[in-house]
Each structure stands twice: as C-alpha cells, then as structure tokens.
C-alpha cells in the first residue's frame, strides 16, 4: 500500500511514512503486523498470476488484451490525481519520473466539486509544524514528491446534495403543470440574476450527511424564509448551492486560506462545471472574501488528464514516466 492510501486510513506517521505504532496502542487496535507494508507509489509489488488473468479475462472483455507478463504497482491515492489534474494544466511541464509536483502552486487553492466537495492546497510546509491544520475540519495528506503536501478539507455535501434537491424541484413543478424543460430553464436563469438587497435570499444550510468532524446529527436548516422566496424555486436553488460553498469554508476557513498566503481559488470538478448557478455562487463567495476564481476546465488530453478522470487517468500518465524514466512497460 502506498502512503497516498494509508494517510486515509488514519493512524498513520506522514513524517515517518510509516504506520503510528503508538496510535494504534492506544486505540486498542491490532499490532503493526496485520496492516499492509507501505511502498513508494508505482513500486512494482509481482506480476499477474496466470490463473488470476485467466479469471479476470472471462469476466472482463479488457482482460483479455492484458499480457502475461503485466506488473502490478503499488496504486496511487484517488485524491492526489484529483489534485494533480486541477494543478496540471497550469503547470504542464513540471512532472517527471523523479519530481511529481507542481512547481508553481503558491497562492493558489482549489474548490473541486463532484458528488462530494474538497477545498484544499498544497504545502511544503513540514506536517509536524502547527499552521492552518489547527482547524478541526483540515487534515494533510501526502503528495507525490516527498516535500509537498496536500491540505483539504473534504465535505460529504457537495454534488449528491444538488443531485437530491433538482428532482425534487421537478416534481413541485410538475405538480404545477411545469415542464422539466421550463425546471431547468428557471434554474440556469437565477444564475444572471443578483439577490436583491430588500428582499434577501434565505440562508439555507443543505448539510443532508453530518460531515466527518462535525461530531452532531443536527442535519440541514433554513433561515430568513419569506413568501416571494418560497414562491421560486432557482431562489431556493441559488440558496442551496451557496450554502454548500459557505459549509465548505466552515470547515476550510477564509481566514486559514489567507495565513497559507492562498489568494487565488480554482473552481473544478463536474459539478461546478455543468452548473452555472453552482459556479456564480461560488464565485461571488469569494469575491466577497476576496479570493479570485480561476475557473479550470477538464483536459481531455493524456497529458493533462481531466479531474473526473481521477486515478484512470494520472495512472496511465504515471506508467509513461516510469517506462521512460527505467525502461519499463
């Protein structure tokens, strides 16, 4: 297993890159022996067994064009490719076979939207040292090179909240005798149209999952709802995807941003990319803390993999550089 993974298991040394034998004790957990051995990522751990090849090529079709001879690597974490691929197409040029970080990330963090949401950066700042980790919702991962980090704060609110309001926004307008169509159309317009000041949005907090540091089960909440605010749903729809940036900065305070020296945030992920009110909201989020967006679109390129391409692909990238960088395949 490779440090990427095991920092997400907890109890794990980043310093060291070793499993914290004295969190375990103390945890009750089982000793050291039954967890995996850590390896760099990309390090070759054996070979495809026959048999296994032979089992997987009758379920699978892709299988079957794998060789005989295909190495097995040490996997790399989903998180740091998705962190990657938003740095990537800014930095094209800065990875190798023996330097895997950007060289240029100062100043900027990233707001990356799917079904869940992360709002984190990257830091060389040694893990042991207080700084912006103090916030209870910031935990540090390891990156790729062992000098960089990567500080998140992850929320379990994000696209599958977006994901649960809109069908549900369908069916009060069919209830109605709305369209889908005119749903959609009602939607995308309230992200051209500002809040105004005598009538103010509700503030709406769409926490649906209980986010992991939170500790409560007090779930979402609405406040400042008035008549005309009940009477249109894109308003209540704005209100939900604000929500969900400001729970993000609950956890990822503006105040721990700017003591990285972040000044700059880029917006990626599929959901901030198919929803225009989703990315004004948190545009005008940030702004009004005076952060620039930078909004990132998805590569298709193998060079610059997109973000919802994930692990798939930075792994093929990562072979690439191994094979030219040793020679293998």
Same mark, same amino acid.
């Given at each position: 297993m490779s440090?990427?993974?095991? #920092?997400?298991?907890?109890?794990?040394?980043? #310093?060291?890159?070793?499993?914290?034998?004295?969190?375990?004790?103390?945890?009750?957990?089982p000793p050291r022996p039954r967890l995996p051995d850590i390896a760099p990522v990309g390090h070759v751990v054996g070979c495809l067994s026959p048999t296994l090849l032979t089992s997987l090529a009758s379920g699978h079709a892709w299988a079957g064009r794998l060789p005989s001879s295909c190495r097995v690597r040490v996997?790399?974490?989903?998180?740091?490719?998705?962190?990657?691929?938003?740095?990537?197409?800014?930095?094209?040029?800065?990875?190798?076979?023996?330097?895997?970080?950007?060289?240029?990330?100062?100043?900027?963090?990233?707001?990356?939207?799917?079904?869940? #949401?992360?709002?984190g950066f990257l830091t060389s700042e040694p893990p042991q040292q207080p700084s912006v980790r103090d916030h209870a919702g910031i935990?540090?991962?390891?990156?790729?090179?062992?000098?960089?980090?990567?500080?998140?704060?992850?929320?379990?609110?994000?696209?599958?909240?977006? #994901?649960e309001f809109r069908p549900n926004s369908g069916r009060l307008a069919r209830a109605a005798n709305r369209t889908a169509v005119s749903v959609r159309d009602c939607l995308a317009a309230v992200a051209t149209k500002p809040a105004s000041a005598s009538d103010p949005d509700p503030l709406i907090s769409p926490t649906l999952l209980d986010e992991r540091c939170g500790g409560g089960t007090q779930g979402g909440s609405v406040l400042g709802l008035r008549m005309s605010s009940c009477r249109s749903l894109g308003r209540?729809?704005?209100?939900?995807?604000l929500g969900?940036?400001?729970?993000?900065?609950?956890?990822?305070?503006?105040?721990a941003l700017r003591q990285a020296g972040i000044d700059r945030i880029i917006l990626a992920g599929s959901a901030l990319r198919r929803n225009a009110v989703l990315r004004r909201a948190a545009a005008l989020r940030f702004d009004e803390c005076q952060f620039q967006s930078i909004v990132l679109e998805d590569g298709g390129a193998r060079q610059q993999p997109a973000v919802a391409d994930g692990a798939a692909g930075l792994a093929?990238?990562?072979l690439d550089w191994v094979a030219a960088g040793r020679g293998e395949s």
């Open positions: 440090g990427q993974l095991a #920092a997400s298991w907890g109890y794990f040394d980043l #310093a060291g890159q070793r499993w914290d034998a004295d969190s375990l004790a103390a945890a009750g957990l996997p790399l974490g989903d998180l740091q490719c998705v962190v990657y691929s938003v740095y990537a197409p800014l930095q094209p040029s800065t990875l190798s076979s023996t330097s895997t970080g950007p060289a240029d990330f100062d100043g900027r963090a990233f707001l990356n939207f799917g079904t869940s #949401a992360q709002l935990d540090c991962f390891p990156f790729f090179s062992p000098d960089r980090y990567v500080l998140l704060a992850a929320s379990l609110n994000g696209g599958n909240v977006l #994901a209540l729809y704005r209100s939900v995807c969900l940036i400001n729970n993000l900065l609950s956890l990822c305070p503006p105040a093929a990238q990562f």
